[in-house]
């Protein structure tokens, strides 16, 4: 730093002025900028709200759907599929009666009357029927098993005056009706085979059972 001579003034240099101190700082931020950015990339700021982390999903958005299950007793609840009190699963949940709507697979076991009301339903799917299969043996709606919601093939009736057919186990060698059993299911009658002692109704795509009397009972 020079001093300057004796006797001599100092000058203080003219102040810039307020466009030119602007422009210097603006160049100056620039700068440091610069200095801080890789070469040959792009700055943006494109920062926003963070979003808030996901609150656990709600359990059963859907009371007793498809792969839910449910507990015993007289009272139907929803319950984990590992708890102890778990007894049957939903195969299929359908809106309407079972009569009315979509048929339940071969495989269950019981049908459940599904209706969800009050403030604290959790879905639209508030009325219908779930169709349910036990997760541990018996399965009554197996075939030959004598129970189950369904007629299919593998099962055995006893028929009646009436017209109506009632499942019965193929293994009881009880009662004195005779008994037929499901050979096959087709579409029409005129399908099934010419040995045909019974046709029974069934659901679905093939609603016609075709039996046999069974013999050895």
């Not at 007793?64 to 299929?92: H, M, N, Q, W």
């Not at 009736?157 to 009706?177: F, H, I, K, P």
Request: overall charge positive; hydrophobic content about 35%.
């Amino acid at each position: 730093m020079s001093a300057c001579p004796p006797g001599a003034r100092s000058r203080r240099p003219a102040p810039l002025p307020a466009r030119v101190v602007l422009g210097v700082a603006a160049a100056v931020v620039a700068l440091l900028l610069a200095a801080c950015e890789a070469p040959g990339r792009t700055v943006t700021d494109d920062r926003g709200p963070v979003p808030a982390p996901p609150g656990p999903s709600p359990y059963g958005v859907v009371f007793l759907g498809p792969g839910d299950c449910s507990s015993r007793g007289p009272v139907i609840r929803e319950v984990f599929c590992r708890s102890e009190k778990a007894a049957a699963t939903v195969l299929t949940r359908h809106l309407g009666t079972p009569s009315s709507g979509p048929p339940c697979p071969d495989a269950t076991d019981f049908v459940l009357h599904v209706s969800e009301t009050g403030t604290g339903a959790r879905s639209r799917l508030t009325t219908g029927y779930a169709c349910m299969r036990n997760l541990e043996p018996p399965h009554p709606g197996d075939p030959g098993q004598g129970g189950g919601p369904l007629t299919v093939v593998g099962d055995c009736v006893t028929a009646s005056r009436a017209g109506e057919v009632t499942e019965t186990a193929c293994a009881d060698a009880g009662g004195r009706a005779p008994r037929y059993r499901v050979e096959s299911a087709v579409r029409r009658r005129a399908q099934c085979p010419d040995d045909t002692d019974l046709f029974v109704s069934l659901r679905g795509e093939k609603p016609v059972g075709c039996a046999r009397r069974s013999t050895g009972w």
